[in-house]
């Protein structure tokens, strides 16, 4: 039977980042169940060391995903905090050209790799008492369109998940998931009415990858229930 | 071992329309070897009663692949006559809904179903001498958002792929890809460089036809080597 | 004082077509407004013949805005029927190559023209039970797309306004404002909190229209309080 | 004669940053030319304290532009360094949450104001060597679209401008636009095939600012010639 989605993940080195939280438990273990050599590292990432650090000690990366998340604040406009904007951009933004300068040289090398962000359709559509988060989600959606354009040439690519409904501890942990309030949102709100499976996103990430499919560069994918259209 | 990305597929009925055209022998052979039923017809759906019959004929249908396609006239706007306009409307925006209302009932009744319009990423970004082609696959795009997001309630999921510079004959015959001046073109404006396979582009139908992720709903997803990001 | 919005536009030819209807009224008033001399024409635009007519009829077009609308079904997608979707297409689809290509050649010739169309955001934003509308006005904004790019180069602009939540008579009339569930939805759906007043939509008509600004092509402006963004 | 686009501006105060770089000069010149009251300071804004203590001085504030500008970086991915990107970033990026939590309390109060955002395209399509750029502006962008919704029903309209081609001193400085080089390019991506006159990309800024129109909120209005639609 010939390739399917996935079977070239067999024996690949995926780096995931930040992997207990966030996209990152589901991440390590659908990708071990593609037979992937999954390189975990459960770290926060705003060191500015810790990417080069990382990517060096993990050698061959032929996949990186970078799942890279703090709590979304909810404030409003006029109330968001320097020490807010930092501590979000130094988790979610700057560390992401450390790690794609780190592993980007030995795939052009290669030429074959992929990189993945699971980034936010926030940084599609815009949503009340998000700013922080949503600039942050923005700046990473950018970052990934000229990336992946810049290296396409390479046969590396890279791409984003804009995700937003898909459960997960740290944006919708279980006190908030058992809410009446909640509920109603996400029939009023997202079209398939219901919170994705992790593992729906996981294969999402699965299929970007998927060296069977090097055509898709410098997309953000929404996936989110219909949210964004 | 878990659920992998086509697992579902096996013994799905899985309708492909004009299957000697654009996308379709490679859709067919693809979702075959993921152990779909394929029911391929072969025939173009301008005559309005056809699309009915195709489905009442094909009974049970789990997967609707709406693969419609005419060459694309290159007519400048002011010489576009009435005669192309139609004939371009009526192989591939009149036949959708026509498609689509005679699927739809058994795929809410059995709560589950897919359909997976084969489009154009010409519906997304502008591109001179291409208005015909391009307003039609701009209708096709539209109803796919408006549609996937009605419909998602009823776990029905309908999504479209926005290709261009994907290797198929009926937009890319040999002749066209022998010329230098294609190669050239597709070197300064595909970041990719390079046309995609048909069994990459097939693949990302088989994603969006699977069962085992269902929440992308209503989404035209950019297939197309970079040139829309 | 040097030159501001729309002071171009005195003296100048602006055709509107079904011109009581949808944008019309407002749309004639303020661009008379503005000085120019406006040409109304108050049919719908269904036969093929129609177009052409019009803009013979009319001699030197300087601006045209089409304005096509037919009112909204609210069919759910399995009900749609052929007879709806001819109709919505036949008034608001295929008039706009036939009205572009009369126009267009005395626009090129003079190296200046702006072509308006009154779109919807339904082109961008999927919305339930209104897919026939929802594929109508994106075939309009993808053929305004690849319009816009290819006559660009000519001096000629073609944009498009992607609207929803505009007061007109088409769409809002006065029995539907007038329901609380109505209110309700603009408040929980609309950041604006309410409609556009009909001459919002027409200054924006303007700023498109005027000779100030040529360099805006081939756009779908969304104008629509924030409901897509 | 009933009111024009910008009539509104007469007596209004208009704070405009970075107001020699950029497209300040012209802004300043315009905006004045409508009756402005221009506030146009020209200091970049890194430093943290800066936009509050500006926004102090200025008193009154109906409508501020965020023109934040450094020169473009054309570094390869593989070689950006964390200064190129802090620096981009503390320019362009970091003031404008500064600048908007500043000024959004006398506009909530006055229930009127316009922020305009002078952005990139580069947000929106990705570009080779430009990955550091594009991020910044791709934050703003998303920024744009949160603060837009959250605001709008306080009456506070808050837009961005997502231009590129437009000639100015900090992008396109002279000695670039006699290469021959780039007249080519520009005849190649660009369908306008020129660069935007400076008053151009002003009268947009305008348009955005006045208060004849109130809808149009969270947008990032592409403005570039038709680079992208």
Avoid: C
């Avoid at 067999?10 to 780096?15: D, T």
């Avoid at 592993?103 to 992929?114: H, S, T």
């Avoid at 700046?139 to 984003?160: C, D, I, K, S, T």
């Amino acid at each position: 039977m010939a390739a399917r989605i996935g079977d070239g993940l067999a024996g690949r080195r995926v780096l995931i980042t930040q992997s207990e939280d966030f996209m990152g438990p589901v991440l390590a273990e659908v990708f071990a169940e593609h037979g992937a050599d999954v390189i975990a590292d459960a770290r926060a990432l705003a060191d500015p060391q810790l990417p080069a650090e990382l990517v060096r000690a993990a050698g061959r990366v032929d996949v990186l995903i970078a799942n890279l998340a703090v709590p979304a604040p909810a404030t409003r406009v006029a109330e968001v905090t320097d020490a807010e904007w930092r501590h979000v951009f130094a988790h979610m933004v700057d560390p992401l050209p450390r790690l794609v300068r780190a592993v980007l040289p030995q795939m052009i090398e290669r030429r074959a790799g992929k990189i993945v962000v699971m980034g936010s359709a926030t940084a599609l559509r815009g949503l009340k008492r998000t700013s922080t988060y949503s600039a942050a989600r923005g700046a990473q959606l950018a970052y990934v369109r000229a990336v992946g354009v810049e290296v396409a040439p390479h046969n590396v690519q890279v791409n984003l998940i804009a995700q937003n409904f898909v459960d997960n501890p740290t944006y919708f942990p279980p006190e908030v998931q058992a809410l009446a309030a909640f509920r109603e949102r996400l029939a009023r709100e997202v079209p398939a009415g219901r919170l994705a499976a992790p593992r729906e996103d996981a294969l999402l990430a699965v299929f970007l990858a998927s060296s069977e499919v090097n055509f898709l560069v410098g997309q953000g994918i929404p996936f989110a229930g219909g949210w964004v259209t």
